[in-house]
């Protein structure tokens, strides 16, 4: 098992640029999370899917939308990139109640200049 | 909605020594679990320790133990006999046990331990 994967794992974009990551798990499971790191700071729920066509906002939310077509999969994407989504951005899977750990990828390092 | 809270932004302890991490927390529900995860330089977040809340008994794994007090809604780690390895960033962290809310993290700021040798 791969567990969880996030694609790219560095990425430089200019201000208004858009892109999307995508973070793919192999383990089943149904939750699926994205989180920014800043430095200084624990990590901070941006959005979450709770099963494949499903998902919603976290605490973070304003700037990014997400999707999940696939159960495996879970993108982010950020349609004009602001110096302010600079972060460290992490996906992280669950498989259900009452599992309890989350599993977490390496991360993605974006700045935006 | 929950906030945890980690006074310590900076712990330093000499190898093989113990140390202990403080993490307290702030919720109505009844229902949750809490972790502690380590963060070392390469940034990949690792599951330490993980608690929860409707068992009494206090979680351990090898060298890591916590000292949970519900009432006072505290949730400390004590790493004993600590090793260079464990210099990382450390993030306490809560989760709702059920409902709509299951899942979700809510963590701490961090606290940085170095291991000196």
């Known amino acids: 098992n791969a567990g969880v994967t996030q694609t790219p794992k560095f990425r430089v974009l200019k201000t208004g640029q858009s892109m999307t990551l995508l973070c793919a798990q192999d383990m089943n499971h149904e939750y699926m999370y994205w989180y920014r790191q800043d430095p200084g700071m624990g990590l901070r729920l941006i959005h979450y899917s709770v099963g494949e066509g499903t998902t919603a906002k976290g605490e973070v939310p304003d700037g990014y939308n997400v999707s999940r077509l696939k159960k495996q999969n879970f993108l982010l994407g950020l349609e004009s990139a602001a110096p302010s989504q600079t972060s460290v951005y992490f996906c992280?899977?669950?498989?259900?109640?009452?599992?309890?750990?989350?599993?977490f990828g390496p991360g993605t390092r974006l700045t935006v200049t | 909605a929950q906030t945890v809270t980690q006074s310590q932004p900076e712990m330093s302890v000499q190898e093989a020594e113990t140390v202990t991490l403080s993490c307290t927390y702030d919720?109505?529900?009844?229902?949750?679990?809490l972790f502690w995860y380590k963060q070392p330089p390469s940034r990949q977040m690792i599951l330490v320790i993980r608690q929860e809340a409707y068992k009494q008994q206090n979680a351990t794994e090898n060298r890591f133990s916590v000292n949970f007090q519900k009432a006072a809604k505290s949730f400390s780690l004590k790493i004993s006999d600590s090793q260079l390895g464990d210099t990382a960033m450390y993030f306490c962290?809560?989760?709702?046990?059920?409902?709509?809310?299951?899942?979700?993290?809510?963590f701490g700021q961090g606290t940085i331990l170095t291991v000196h040798p």
């Open positions: 992280a899977s669950i498989k259900g109640y009452p599992a309890g750990e989350q599993y």
């Open positions: 919720t109505s529900e009844s229902n949750y679990y």
């Open positions: 962290a809560f989760m709702i046990g059920g409902g709509t809310s299951y899942g979700k993290l809510t």
